[in-house]
């Protein structure tokens, strides 16, 4: 009863943690440009992220090795240093946008000056993350991000046609290199490697060993999956309440008066609670994992259980993340401009993180009886060649597109 | 009569470009247009949080501003200038009336009426965009 009360409630806060401002952006767009025929991109990136975080999951539950330590140990030092500054940057532009994403959300429930609610924010996500322990922090982004369940509400409040909702399921393509560019971004919204940092370095946190390997299978697969339908939602009501008006849903409040229109003022609360908590879940996790990759790299003592006397370096690491993320914002750039650019560079920079995780997860000697089944190395491989197709379109389609604005 | 051609290709080039971009800035405009209207009319029934109107209208203006800004400043044909001053004047009205709601948003009577403003300057803009 425990170990079943134990998986529910890691999906509930998986489900409340798996958007971040990257869904809120690209997939409210997806949705109000092409209206459901991008849903399919959707599942492909939520099968892929079910695939890496679970193999991620097992490879540290096996070896005690996070996803970082693999990449050094297989791809080599140099390779290791190119994904380590990459990772680095990338979850520094990726926190960024998260905390300008807390301070626009928090800036849309009280109107409050700007840059006051930015060091609100970060200040706000510090003594959260020093003070409350690991599991904690899961637990409170993960179920109060569950608000943004309003939108699976309204999607069907909504009355979509249904059948066109099935025949965006079903993957089809578009001429247009504005499609192909948001095929990417959701797929990378959905892919974002900070996500299986976090994962894999959580589960060592967690003390996971063999015996878990079934609660990171349930907890990838449902959680990740239910966390997609999310996705769904948004996409859905985007369609239903943009499209027709062809609004370009370019603000963080835009993604809000979704839930509005189908509920009114508790429609419009409940989404910007959901965000509020499922962005600031996100900027916690972009912070952990900078934190995460610096000290696995380094051979740093890491970990939320450990004191902070205990790891100080690991400490100082994810607080200076939240301070320099801090300097980008303050500095007016647009969160929803800074998100983009994260997800595409998240995209191009994948194939290094997930490679590595792959060939570790196929290697018998390293794995034993727990190494990657023939489906899961078909699954394994079949998703590596998506991944790095869609890496390699990430940045020409965002240089045709201006960024996706036509 | 190459020489020419290759000093035309560029500049015709150019003026595509600096066309299209036009183009956007104007969808640009009925869009924000079109979600004023969505906030008005929420207004006009209730359906809103003062605050969120305050925020998310001034997000909106300060676009349609920048927009106006853009349309103003890119050097484009001569045979656009007539548009484009129709798309600066548009944006200028679409900012005004979201600000009237921003400044009053307890005043529903004003927001009904922003709303339809709101709705019928969006349909001109899109017409203008596909105009251009």
């Known amino acids: ?406 | 009569m190459l020489m020419v051609a290759g000093a035309v290709g560029p500049l015709s080039g150019c003026g595509r470009e600096a066309r299209h971009q036009v183009r956007l800035s104007v969808e640009e405009l009925a869009s924000i247009s079109a979600e004023g209207a969505l906030v008005a009319d929420d207004l006009a029934r209730g359906r809103t949080k003062t605050t969120f109107v305050r925020v998310h209208g001034s997000e909106l203006r300060a676009q349609a501003e920048h927009e106006a800004e853009k349309l103003n400043d890119d050097p484009v044909a001569p045979g656009l200038h007539g548009r484009i001053q129709a798309a600066i004047k548009l944006a200028s009205d679409i900012g005004g009336a979201i600000d009237d709601l921003r400044t009053s948003p307890q005043n529903r009577a004003q927001a009904r009426v922003a709303q339809r403003k709101l709705h019928r300057w969006a349909d001109q803009a899109r017409k203008l965009a596909e105009s251009v």
């Open chain 1, 1 to 406: 009863m425990k170990k079943v009360l134990q998986l529910a409630l890691g999906i509930i806060a998986a489900i409340g943690g798996f958007v971040d401002i990257g869904e809120l952006v690209f997939n409210a767009q997806a949705g109000a440009f092409f209206r459901y025929r991008l849903l399919w991109a959707v599942v492909v990136g939520v099968i892929g992220i079910v695939v890496f975080a679970e193999m991620t999951g097992r490879v540290a539950a096996v070896s005690g090795r996070p996803v970082f330590d693999t990449v050094r140990m297989r791809m080599g030092l140099t390779v290791g240093l190119v994904t380590l500054i990459a990772s680095l940057v990338i979850n520094l532009i990726t926190l960024a946008a998260e905390v300008g994403g807390v301070a626009v959300v928090l800036n849309l429930l009280f109107d409050l000056n700007q840059s006051t609610l930015i060091l609100l924010a970060v200040m706000g996500l510090v003594v959260i993350v020093y003070f409350v322990p690991f599991d904690g922090i899961e637990r409170i982004f993960g179920y109060m991000g569950c608000a943004l369940l309003v939108y699976v509400v309204a999607a069907v409040h909504l009355r979509p046609e249904w059948h066109q909702v099935a025949q965006g399921v079903v993957p089809s393509w578009h001429p247009s290199a504005l499609y192909a560019y948001f095929v990417v971004g959701v797929i990378g919204a959905a892919l974002v490697p900070y996500e299986v940092y976090f994962y894999s370095s959580g589960a060592i946190e967690d003390s996971w060993g063999v015996k878990d390997l079934n609660l990171n299978r349930a907890n990838a697969a449902l959680g990740f999956s239910l966390g997609g339908i999310l996705s769904i939602a948004l996409i859905m009501v985007s369609a239903e309440v943009f499209a027709p008006a062809q609004i370009d849903p370019g603000f963080l409040g835009t993604t809000a008066l979704g839930a509005q229109r189908a509920f009114g003022e508790t429609g419009l609360l409940l989404a910007l609670l959901g965000m509020l908590f499922a962005v600031g879940g996100a900027a916690v996790e972009c912070a952990f994992s900078g934190a995460y990759t610096l000290a696995q790299f380094a051979g740093w003592e890491w970990g939320k259980y450990r004191r902070p006397r205990e790891a100080p370096r690991f400490t100082l690491a994810w607080m200076i993340f939240f301070a320099l993320a801090f300097v980008v914002v303050e500095t007016g750039v647009d969160p929803v401009l800074l998100t983009e650019y994260a997800v595409i560079f998240s995209v191009v920079a994948l194939p290094l993180t997930y490679l590595p995780v792959l060939l570790m997860a196929s290697d018998r000697t390293f794995m034993g009886d727990h190494v990657n089944g023939v489906l899961g190395n078909v699954i394994g491989w079949a998703f590596f060649v998506v991944i790095l197709v869609v890496s390699l379109a990430a940045i020409p389609l965002m240089i045709i597109t201006q960024g996706g604005s036509g």
